[in-house]
């Protein structure tokens, strides 16, 4: 079955360093999106991406965040200066469409800011 | 913002027993999604429900949606080991917003 996959699974920074997590959506989905997780809370929205450009987000995902696809697989999350309070897991999911469509997700990128 | 709310926090029951988690917004839905995440793991998409009243089951698993689409609720039936985890709803308000709001979820843990 196809899979999101990212990378790294573990990603540890220094606080105020760029920080650039990939994934690669599964191949046939048009809809991309990334989410955080805080160490045992819930998941939190930060971003929707169709068509090649940001079709949602949420109140986290400030000046500091950016998302692009830089090619015609990989789908990054870029955080230009991270804070202690970045740390989380940070998932990546796609769907083949938007509102009544599954969401797959990845198996998440632990960021660490030290 | 739109927030649904989800109880309880956490679960202990012992193997064989029934579970139920409750998901509930103080506004209309527009359709809700259960996912699943074991421990160390990720949501794993278990069901959406977009109908008023509707009821789906999965195995040991049953779903509803209310009637006012405002709540909703997964209840497993004799529960195993393998059904440890964190159950989530994923809601969509009804409006402009497509976003999933997650709710906090319930963490589920059987007991041999």
């Not at chain 1, 949602?56 to 697989?73: A, C, T, Y």
């Not at chain 2, 009637?67 to 402009?96: P, W």
């Amino acid at each position: 079955e196809p899979e999101v996959t990212q990378t790294p699974s573990h990603q540890v920074t220094q606080m105020g360093q760029e920080v650039i997590l990939r994934c690669v959506p599964i191949s046939n989905h048009l809809y991309f999106y990334w989410y955080r997780q805080i160490l045992g809370q819930k998941v939190e929205f930060l971003v929707s991406f169709y068509n090649n450009e940001i079709s949602e987000k949420s109140e986290i995902f400030d000046d500091q965040f950016s998302v692009e696809r830089p090619d015609g697989s990989n789908f990054t999350l870029k955080i230009r200066s991270t804070k202690l309070e970045d740390s989380a897991m940070y998932f990546c999911a796609s769907s083949a469409g938007q509102d009544n469509q599954p969401q797959h997700f990845g198996d998440g990128t632990r960021l660490s800011i030290l | 913002g739109q927030q649904v709310m989800q109880i309880p926090q956490y679960q202990h029951v012992q193997e064989g027993e029934d579970f139920t988690t409750y998901c509930n917004s103080s506004t209309t839905l527009s359709n809700i999604q259960w996912y699943k995440q074991r421990p160390g793991g990720h949501p794993v998409f278990l069901i959406q429900l977009v109908k008023s009243g509707e009821v789906k089951k999965q195995k040991r698993l049953t779903f509803q949606f209310g009637e006012a689409k405002k709540n909703s609720s997964l209840h497993i039936t004799a529960t195993q080991t393998t059904d440890v985890g964190t159950y989530f709803c994923a809601v969509r308000f009804s409006g402009s917003a497509r976003q999933l709001t997650f709710g906090s979820g319930t963490q589920l843990t059987v007991l041999p």
